[in-house]
């Protein structure tokens, strides 16, 4: 097998901060996560992508995303394809709405398409249900995009983990989440 330069690289992992509002717990968690990757020596890097640096207007277009070319009209869509795309794999930091996932997160992946197919990712998500509902929810997305689900998921409680809005990982939380990146990196190679 011919290695080409670009596979000799390390890959690139996006930990996306898939909320935006006032007060989020989510860009501690997130934080946490990079941390942990930063820790020791690893077959990928990692980087924080924070959704709230990007205004994604709600999709719109006449024109599925799909049929784009990775080319948008929209600027801040544009950036958002560029950083998206720039990543080999994601772990998505998500909470929980109503049982769900987040509107604005929602938009952002189907704002873009071709920019996801194929890649590796895995899910943080958090409610008072230990985001169960949101990492099942987002399940069943996104097989649309040939995305390779990891399979393990951090499950993050917001009855037990946050007090005071402070994240405290959860005892097993630290050891889940090496096991998260190990099978991410090996899929994402």
């Known amino acids: ?13 996006g930990i996306i901060i898939g909320s935006t509002r006032e007060g989020r717990i989510n860009a501690e968690i997130a934080a946490w996560i990079y941390k942990t990757a930063q820790s020791k020596p690893r077959n990928a890097t990692y980087e924080l992508i924070d959704l709230k640096d990007y205004e994604i207007p709600f999709f719109t277009g006449a024109v599925s995303p799909r049929q ?3 080319k948008y009209d929209n600027t801040a869509v544009q950036a958002w394809s560029e950083k998206i795309d720039s990543c080999d794999a994601y772990i998505l930091v998500t909470p929980e709405y109503n049982g769900s996932v987040p509107a604005p997160l929602k938009n952002a992946f189907d704002s873009i398409s071709d920019e996801w197919i194929g890649k590796p990712i895995a899910f943080a998500g958090y409610s008072y249900s ?10 069943a997305i996104v097989p649309a995009f040939q995305m390779q689900d990891v399979a393990d998921a951090l499950e993050i409680s917001l009855v037990t983990e946050v007090k005071d809005g402070v994240f405290t990982p959860a ?19």
């Open 130 to 139: 230990s985001g169960i509902s949101v990492i099942k929810a987002w399940r």
């Open 68 to 70: 784009l070319n990775k």
């Open 171 to 189: 005892s097993g939380q630290l050891e889940k989440l090496e096991s998260i990146l190990a099978k991410l990196e090996k899929a994402a190679a």
């Open 1 to 13: 097998m011919i290695i080409t330069q670009e596979r000799r690289q390390k890959m690139r992992t």
